[in-house]
């Protein structure tokens, strides 16, 4: 991606942007889901490296496990698994380069049950929807999806993790909520740095009798701390910790059969040989400019708006490109000082009067113009302020009407519902700090409503991001609700608003945890709680500093924290 960058944008980007990045903890998936986003099923071909031929050690002795009855729920893609079971029942012979260890093999086949239990494998999500059907069976469960048994196929591959942040595709959840009826759980070869799974998992281990093993955690992992307080062993070492170790344990072996060591195993170097080939090929057939486009999406991830928003605007390629000049909006809309803003404007405007052929580019538009005339309300005329408030309700009523309030095109109708409770929050937050305070009552009723809106959100999206962003709306209306009523907050809220944090934080999210902490402030300030407001309104602050050139929250970050550090005075005020 970066070379294909300074190909594009050769006075813009050089190797210290490159240091940055690659040392900024951006996951592998994250990477390649901004790749994604702009090449897209292109991107995808590099999973086609993970391709096995042969079976590893811990491949072999998960088989094992599974044909004793046991189930796994993994994040992994290959098919690995699936071939030991293949070699261990006979289905499947050696391949003619392996015939060496055919007498392991044989060793290895003496290990399995006089009644195997027959393998299931779910990955696709209709998959999940017929196992939990059918009673969840014993089976092999990729919540992350994966490549097809012929390995020539990608089946509902989770690309990014944040695509379901805190929100796996329901049946995929249960897969993982279900563990906890499991009466010994074995955590191994994780890290713990999915945020859609890591939360439930932790929740799962909690009701059993449960370890987590292994070999090595990265500086300042949240594991040991977390399992510790779940009652999780955690066997962190190169002993006990590999999944080798784990699963001779769990079948009670003390000896295994010999295998192909990992010296003399193909797989590294089969997959470095396949991922160049595809590194090569992707390059050739794909403008440069794409992946310019890529690379400022993903600075713009970390942090660096103006980067992001100069490779966009230099590249001439990008210029007549609909996709880069909605990503260039959305970086404005994102730096959000008032010449931006109105640039940003001006593109949605302009994306809407060429009419894209997709109406959901059409729809996103027609959205994005609503939440701009939110954006610069305050700054307009009185007569302005009219114009910006019936776009701001007339255009999710739109999206609404044409997508049949959800029947079609959900996601879209989704997008729309969650743009009524986004601008509703910011209006009855307006009306909290500058209105009398009398009408506070009606104002929590107001926001409990838009509540609703929210959840109808939630419920349409299949995007697990929406979803949480739309849950974190919710409970922030929720919380608000709660402040202008009188009350405190739900137990409820509160533990869901904790968790969503944690999720956001695991995901290197810091502005979604920097928002749910300030909602927390709300939470605690409805209890009269001061002290803990006060920790929790410093929490989000530094949370929307983090990763920031400036040093300094986004504009529109800090305006929403004053507008709850103003609430919160005023809830104090009339508390003394």
């Given at each position: 991606m970066f070379a294909q960058t300074r190909v594009a944008a050769p006075e813009l980007v050089d190797e210290g942007h490159l240091r940055a990045m690659t040392g900024s903890g951006h996951k592998l998936e994250m990477v390649l889901g901004r790749l994604w986003g702009v090449l897209g099923d292109d991107a995808l071909g590099c999973l086609f490296a993970l391709r096995v031929e042969l079976?590893?050690?811990?491949?072999?002795?998960?088989?094992?496990?599974?044909?004793?009855?046991?189930?796994h729920v993994t994040v992994n893609f290959d098919v690995g698994i699936e071939l030991a079971h293949d070699l261990l029942t006979g289905r499947v012979g050696l391949p003619d380069r392996f015939r060496s260890v055919r007498p392991?093999?044989?060793?290895?086949?003496?290990?399995?049950?006089?009644?195997?239990?027959?393998?299931?494998?779910?990955?696709?999500?209709?998959?999940?929807?017929?196992?939990a059907v059918s009673g969840q069976p014993p089976a092999l469960l990729k919540v992350h999806g994966g490549l097809s048994r012929d390995q020539r196929r990608l089946l509902d591959v989770v690309v990014v993790d944040i695509e379901e942040i805190g929100a796996l595709w329901p049946t995929r959840l249960r897969a993982?909520?279900?563990?906890?009826?499991?009466?010994?759980?074995?955590?191994?070869?994780?890290?713990?740095?999915?945020?859609?799974?890591?939360?439930?998992?932790?929740?799962?281990a909690e009701s059993s009798w449960s370890e987590w093993r292994c070999p090595t955690l990265p500086p300042g992992s949240p594991v040991p701390g977390d399992a510790a307080a779940h009652q999780i062993t955690a066997l962190v070492n190169w002993d006990e910790g590999t999944a080798v170790a784990a699963f001779a344990s769990l079948l009670g072996l003390d000896e295994l059969p010999a295998w192909v060591p990992p010296d003399r195993h193909e797989a590294p170097r089969a997959y470095e040989s396949a991922f160049e080939a595809w590194s090569a090929d992707?390059?050739?057939?794909?403008?440069a400019a794409k992946f310019a486009q890529a690379w400022a999406w993903m600075v713009a991830d970390a942090g660096d708006l103006d980067l992001a928003a100069a490779l966009l605007q230099s590249v001439p390629a990008l210029q007549d490109d609909g996709g880069a000049r909605i990503r260039?909006?959305?970086?404005?809309?994102?730096?959000?000082?008032?010449?931006?803003?109105?640039?940003?404007?001006?593109?949605?405007?302009?994306?809407?009067?060429?009419?894209?052929?997709?109406?959901?580019?059409?729809?996103?538009?027609?959205?994005?113009?609503?939440?701009?005339?939110?954006?610069?309300?305050?700054?307009?005329?009185?007569?302005g302020r009219v114009r910006r408030l019936c776009v701001m309700a007339a255009a999710p009523t739109v999206v609404l009407v044409r997508t049949r309030f959800g029947r079609r095109r959900a996601e879209t109708a989704a997008d729309a519902y969650g743009q009524i409770g986004h601008s509703g929050l910011r209006l009855l937050e307006l009306c909290a700090v500058h209105g009398p305070r009398q009408a506070w009552p009606v104002l929590g009723m107001f926001a409990a409503g838009l509540g609703r809106a929210s959840r109808r959100a939630i419920e349409l999206a299949e995007n697990g991001?929406?979803?949480?962003?739309?849950?974190?709306?919710?409970?922030?209306?929720?919380?608000?609700?709660?402040?202008?009523?009188?009350?405190?907050?739900?137990?409820?809220?509160?533990?869901?608003?904790?968790?969503?944090?944690?999720?956001?934080?695991?995901?290197?999210?810091?502005?979604?945890?920097?928002?749910?902490?300030v909602t927390l402030a709300l939470a605690a300030a409805s209890a009269g709680d001061w002290a803990?407001?006060?920790?929790?309104?410093?929490?989000?602050?530094?949370?929307?500093?983090?990763?920031?050139?400036?040093?300094?929250?986004?504009?529109?970050?800090?305006?929403?924290?004053?507008r709850v550090e103003s609430i919160i005075g005023r809830v104090r005020a009339r508390g003394a």
């Open positions: 079976p590893n050690t811990g491949h072999l002795l998960a088989a094992l496990h599974l044909l004793q009855g046991g189930t392991d093999l044989d060793q290895w086949q003496q290990l399995v049950p006089s009644a195997p239990t027959p393998l299931t494998v779910v990955t696709a999500k209709d998959e999940f929807d017929a196992w993982v909520q279900g563990l906890a009826d499991a009466e010994r759980l074995v955590i191994t070869g994780y890290g713990g740095a999915d945020p859609d799974v890591y939360a439930p998992l932790l929740v799962a992707v390059a050739q057939r794909c403008p260039l909006a959305e970086v404005l809309y994102a730096r959000a000082s008032p010449a931006d803003l109105l640039e940003a404007q001006r593109i949605y405007t302009g994306l809407l009067k060429e009419r894209p052929p997709d109406p959901g580019t059409r729809d996103f538009c027609l959205l994005r113009t609503a939440d701009l005339a939110r954006k610069t309300l305050l700054s307009a005329s009185p007569g991001n929406r979803r949480a962003i739309n849950r974190q709306r919710e409970l922030t209306l929720h919380a608000l609700s709660a402040v202008l009523r009188g009350r405190a907050a739900s137990g409820d809220t509160v533990e869901a608003l904790t968790s969503l944090r944690l999720v956001y934080r695991n995901a290197g999210d810091f502005p979604g945890a920097g928002n749910c902490s803990a407001a006060s920790e929790l309104l410093t929490q989000g602050r530094d949370d929307h500093r983090e990763g920031q050139p400036t040093g300094e929250p986004l504009v529109g970050a800090a305006a929403v924290i004053r």
